[in-house]
C-alpha cells in the first residue's frame, strides 16, 4: 500500500453507517428509526429487505413477522414458534402494512424508544431518507442487505436475478443507484447483482467464519467493493493483512455498538462503521 493511502486513511474518519436505521433507539427498519438517524448525523442508513407477495420490496430483516417487534394484521401477538407461518412472501402489501411494528421496548436494547409504525415500502425509505437529508443541507447513502439463501428460494424470497431485478428497479426509480451499496450473505445474490447491474457497489457480507485472507473471495468469484466482516471476527492484524492484500476494497464492520468496541475498531482505521448507536459512534467522532 502506498504511504499517500495510509496517509490518508489516517486523516480520514469513518462514515457512520446506521444499522437498521438506529435499532438501539429507534424500532428497526422503520421510518422513524430512518429519519432519526439521518437527524443524528449518519452517512449511510442500512437497512434488509423482502418481496412480498405481489412483487413488492419491503424494508424487513426477516422474511417473515418477528415476534419480538410486532403484532400480526388482525393485531394478534405472534408465537415465536410460529413467525414462519406469516411468511411476507405470501402475503400482499396491504396485509404486511396493517402489521405494527414498535408497540413494545426491545427486550435487547433497552434504551430504544418505542413508536408506533409499520414495514415500510424500499421507495419510501428512498424517498423520505432523501428529503430530509436534503432539508439538512446533506446527502445521505444507503446500504441495502439481500437476505436470501438457496433453500429459500421460491419459498421465502424469489430467486436470485428476480430479487436483485425487483431491488434496482426501486433504486433506479428513485434515483438512488449511485448512493446505494447493495449487501449480502448469499455470494448468489452479489453475482445476479454484477451481471444485472455491473455499475452497483457490492458488499460481501461475513459472519461465524472468515476465510483466509487470500481466497476471501473464491467463492464469490470477484473482489467486490466492499467486505463486511462482523468485527468480532477481527484483528488490528487481520486488517492490516486485508488492507494489503486489498488495497481498493472498503472495509465496513459491523456491528460494533459497546464504547469500548467502538473504540477498538476505530484504531484499525475502516472505512465506515456499522452500529446500532450511531449517536456514539458521532460523539466519538466529535471528540476526535
Known sequence: MSDT??????????EVHGHRGCRGLRPENTLPAFLHA????????????????????VVSHEPWLSARLGRGPLG????????????????????????????????????????????PLLREVLHEVTVASQQ??????????????????????PRPTEFVNLVVAELLAADALGRTTLLSFDTRILQAARRVCPGLVLCLLIEDRLPSIA??????????????PDFQLLSA????????????????????????????????????????????????????
Open 5 to 14: 493511502k495510509i496517509i490518508s486513511r489516517q486523516l480520514h474518519q469513518p
Open 38 to 57: 439521518v437527524a443524528l448525523g449518519v452517512e449511510v442508513v442500512e437497512l434488509d429487505v423482502v418481496i412480498s407477495q405481489d412483487h413488492q420490496v
Open 76 to 119: 394478534e401477538a405472534i408465537e415465536q414458534t410460529q413467525e414462519q407461518q406469516y411468511n411476507l412472501y405470501q402475503l400482499p402489501y396491504k396485509v404486511i402494512r396493517q402489521c405494527s411494528v414498535g408497540d413494545w421496548p426491545h427486550p435487547n436494547f433497552p434504551e430504544q424508544q418505542p413508536v408506533h409504525s409499520h414495514r
Open 136 to 157: 439538512l443541507g446533506r446527502t445521505v447513502g444507503f446500504s441495502v442487505e439481500i437476505k436470501a439463501w438457496p433453500a429459500g428460494d421460491n419459498i421465502f424470497h
Open 215 to 228: 481466497t476471501l473471495f473464491n467463492e464469490l468469484g470477484f473482489e467486490p467493493e466492499v467486505l463486511g
Open 237 to 288: 492484524s487481520l486488517v492490516q493483512s486485508i488492507r494489503t492484500t486489498y488495497p481498493a476494497l472498503r472495509l465496513v464492520p459491523w456491528t460494533v455498538n459497546s464504547h469500548a468496541e467502538l473504540a477498538m475498531v476505530l484504531e484499525w482505521q475502516p472505512d465506515a462503521i456499522t452500529t446500532d448507536y450511531p449517536n456514539r459512534l458521532v460523539a466519538i467522532l466529535h471528540e476526535s
